[in-house]
């Protein structure tokens, strides 16, 4: 199974290396990962895509809190929450498509946020899912080059207690 | 009025009451070393290799139940002491170990003698830091002990750049400390608690397995009140050896690859499996699918990761097993009276039938020294009364068969990672904390050729450790394992034409050797060890190279599918030669 996990951890150096490095070390894959400050400039958090079954999952969980810098753990498997990941494509369509490419960037919400004499990059967020249908409908014009970042995730208020 | 950070630091040292430090000096310790020189409350110990001075401390820590303590310098000082550190994470040793790095303003330059050490010890600490600016180095030290020496212990490596030994501060102790994500938990769930002492009542086919963890929290007393209470019989880790008494009646020994055929016969047959401060290594379990098949489990750990790591588990208890032990002791007594004796006849029956079965055996031999008889007379002699260290192989498997360890902290022996050449440095520590106890260490030829440049350090510190070499003139436990599944090919596992004579190695560095070629000698060397006041001493055992540990169960079998000894039928009694 596929779980989203966000670690609260302490804003030092080293960190992000103690906790890829227990992935690493133990033979778990780390999907994607996204770290950022907090409001609080000494906590960071990192949101980790990861699969595993209970018992991995259960394991990542229990090493991550074991983890001397690490203040929470919050696997968002069992919570209702919202996830975002964000693109910027850059393509490069023919002259005769770029109005279509335009239309496209819209329906998705996208935002060209560059222009050259022959191409366009796109900026668009949403979940994993809508970012994926975008990549996909964009393919056939020509994608240059894009970058994904990693998931971040946070609970639904009402879900939380 | 400002000090160093080397005069700060010997400072915190004195207020964790540090007494020795294991360490060898290098460029960037200089400051360090240079406090020391007028030192009288802090002790350095030179060794003659970093990773001695690691495995001293460490040795220091499991004899005493203190925290060890080495320094080292940067670089090659700091990478010799990655197999010692990676030792104590394994075995959960509380330890800090203080590396010296270059200049802050060089780090990442590939400077002379640099090396990430905080990098390459990542994994294999409990934690480790990098003192960026004097001010930090007091709060750091603190925390660095304590992370050491509670929850699960484990070592934890402070690097100090030259720039900060040198510069000036404040000293200012913090009395207090908190750290807001390190919060081990020491008390166990109350309610699971009560269900385990259930689960014990109900049981009619208990075993209690003791592992490091009963050692490392000082539950002893508190495990052999319940075993004794409840009359559930006693098996325990290669770590767990002295947590409970080897010589009880409810002792079954060591289980697992080396185990004893009754341990692991209760083991597979057993309805109830309590493993405390045990991690279910590989070593023990055998084939994890098979391993008590009929059991539900209790498990009790300070440590949640290791539970439900590589076993299903009934119930989990997370916390120290002391403070879980006392609870359920108290649950025991007050909620749950069961006719103890009664219930547990027909098991301790049949654990006593397997004994007796299948006792640990070895066949005795005239004109050969078999090891076994030499662990036997070693543990005659001393009375058990001795802190025994071992290397790791035949020697090591060997000595926990056959020295009945009684009381916890007195067998120190590398568990989790297997390091040769640990038990000579790690003696010499436990011989520092405990000037009046016997030490020996228990060594394979090639073991002690790992470390022996330390009988220097046992001679100029006038430490009377004993080391009885087991001379196989082979890497036996290898041999054994060429002999036994690789058709007796024996691939540079052969030492004989390469050993130095040990008697005069041991006689080069002012130490004492003595040899023992014949079964006959073995007692009259040891007697004449035992005398030998104030040097080390090596005992040269020329012993039967053939000799092999059993029972063995076979990498990847489970445990009850052990070989044996095929010369049984042969045996003569021991009892003859006395
Ligand atoms: C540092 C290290 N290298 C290699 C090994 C693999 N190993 C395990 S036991 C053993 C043989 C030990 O031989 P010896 O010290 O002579 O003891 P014996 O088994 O003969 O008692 C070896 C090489 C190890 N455990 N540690």
Redesign the pocket.
């Known amino acids: 199974m596929r779980h989203t996990i966000s670690v609260l951890v302490e804003n030092k150096f080293g960190v992000l290396s103690r906790v890829s490095g227990l992935f690493s070390g133990r033979g778990y894959n780390i999907e994607s990962l996204s770290v950022g400050e907090t409001i609080d400039p000494k906590i960071s958090i990192m949101t980790i895509v990861t699969t595993g079954d209970d018992q991995i999952i259960e394991q990542i969980t229990k090493q991550l809190n074991k983890l001397i810098d690490v203040i929470k753990v919050v696997d968002f498997m069992e919570i209702d929450h919202v996830e975002r990941e964000m693109v910027l494509i850059k393509v490069s369509p023919r002259k005769e498509d770029r109005i279509e490419v335009l239309k496209l960037a819209e329906i998705f919400r996208g935002r060209i946020i560059d222009s050259g004499f022959s191409t366009f990059t796109i900026e668009t967020t949403g979940d994993e899912g809508k970012i994926n249908a975008f990549i996909e409908l964009i393919k056939p014009f020509g994608i240059k080059e894009f970058v994904r970042t990693g998931k971040v995730a946070i609970a639904r208020e009402k879900a939380k207690k | 009025m400002k000090k160093t950070g080397a005069e700060i630091l010997i400072d915190c040292l004195k207020k964790e009451g540090v007494k020795h430090v294991f360490g060898y000096p290098g460029g960037v310790v200089l400051n360090i070393f240079d406090v020391l020189y007028d030192e009288k409350d802090v002790k350095l110990i030179l060794t003659r290799h970093e990773q001695g001075a690691i495995h001293a401390a460490d040795g220091y820590a499991r004899a005493s139940g203190k925290i060890g303590v080495a320094i080292v310098t940067s670089g090659p000082g700091a990478t010799n002491t990655v197999?010692g550190i990676a030792n104590a994470s394994m075995d959960s040793i509380p330890m800090v170990v203080f590396s010296g790095q270059v200049p802050t303003m060089l780090i990442g330059n590939d400077a002379f003698q640099e090396a990430d050490i905080v990098g390459i010890t990542r994994p294999c600490t409990k934690y480790n830091y990098l003192v960026k600016d004097v001010k930090d180095l007091a709060q750091t030290v603190r925390e660095a002990f304590h992370i050491a020496s509670t929850g699960r212990p484990g070592p934890v490596l402070i690097d100090l750049p030259k720039d900060v030994t040198a510069g000036k501060g404040d000293f200012i102790w913090p009395e207090h400390i908190k750290i807001r994500s390190y919060n081990p938990t020491y008390e166990g769930n109350k309610w699971m608690i009560k269900q385990a002492a259930h689960e014990i009542a109900k049981a009619k086919k208990p075993v209690i397995m003791a592992g490091g963890g009963v050692i490392l929290s000082g539950a002893s007393k508190e495990l052999r009140e319940l075993a004794e209470i409840t009359q559930v019989p006693v098996t325990m880790t290669l770590m767990g050896l002295g947590g409970f008494p080897g010589t009880s009646e409810l002792s079954l020994g060591m289980l697992g690859m080396h185990g004893t055929y009754y341990a692991n016969m209760a083991v597979q047959e057993a309805d109830l499996l309590i493993g405390i401060g045990v991690r279910f290594d590989d070593r023990v379990t055998g084939r994890v699918a098979s391993f008590a098949p009929h059991a539900k489990i209790i498990h009790i750990d300070i440590d949640p990761t290791s539970i439900k790591k590589n076993l299903r588990v009934d119930i989990p208890i997370v916390g120290d097993v002391r403070h879980v032990l006392k609870d359920m002791l108290k649950v025991i007594k007050e909620d749950v009276k069961e006719p103890w004796d009664a219930i547990r006849k027909s098991w301790l029956k049949q654990v006593k039938a397997w004994k007796q079965e299948r006792p640990l055996h070895y066949t005795y031999d005239e004109e050969k020294i078999k090891?076994q008889f030499v662990i036997e007379k070693l543990h005659e002699l001393t009375k058990g009364d001795a802190i025994i260290a071992t290397?790791?192989?035949?020697?090591?498997?060997?000595t926990a068969q056959f020295f009945k360890f009684d009381k916890p902290r007195t067998l120190l022996t590398?568990g989790g990672?297997?390091?040769?050449?640990y038990g000579f440095p790690a003696a010499i520590g436990a011989q520092l904390a405990c000037p009046d106890k016997l030490v020996i260490d228990v060594?394979?030829?090639?073991?002690?050729?790992?470390n022996i440049q330390e009988l220097a350090t046992a001679v100029i510190n006038k430490l009377p450790v004993k080391v009885a070499i087991?001379?196989?003139?082979?890497?036996?436990?290898?041999?054994?394992w060429q002999e036994l599944f690789f058709k007796e090919r024996y691939s540079h596992?052969h030492?004989e034409s390469g050993n130095p004579d040990f008697v005069k190695v041991a006689e080069a560095y002012g130490a004492v050797g003595l040899r023992a070629s014949k079964p006959e000698e073995v007692v009259p060397v040891i007697k004449e060890a035992l005398k030998v006041k104030n040097r080390p001493v090596f005992m040269d055992f020329i012993v039967d190279w053939k000799e092999k540990?059993y029972p063995m169960v076979p990498a990847g079998a489970a445990i009850n599918e052990m070989m044996f000894d095929e010369e049984k039928k042969e045996e003569k009694k021991l009892k003859a030669v006395k």
């Open positions: 197999t090891p290397e790791v192989g035949q020697n090591q498997m060997w590398s990672l297997g390091t040769m050449g060594a394979g030829d090639g073991s002690i050729q790992m087991l001379n196989n003139g082979y890497l036996g436990m290898v041999r054994q596992t030492l540990v």
